[in-house]
């Protein structure tokens, strides 16, 4: 269901990421996807894509060596609040 305070806390985090994303030369997708990768507590990560690009970009997010301190950032990034 549609919450408007949820989207716009999920914009919020989005916006907290963008920095990191940035310092990799990446999406905010492509971090997330690494961070996903990275995580001991998540299973395998199938992500979807439509075009060619977005499967090339999700192919690439695996080459992405998250900074332990860039990993733990978004760890709280996306504790700090449902998501």
Known sequence: MYQPDQLKRNVEKVEK???IASRYGVSTA???LA?????PLIGPVIPGARTTEQLLANVASVSIALRDEDYQAIDHI???ANL
């Open 17 to 19: 990421l963008k920095p």
């Open 30 to 32: 492509q971090l997330v």
């Open 35 to 39: 961070w996903y990768m990275k995580n």
């Open 78 to 80: 996306f504790a700090s």
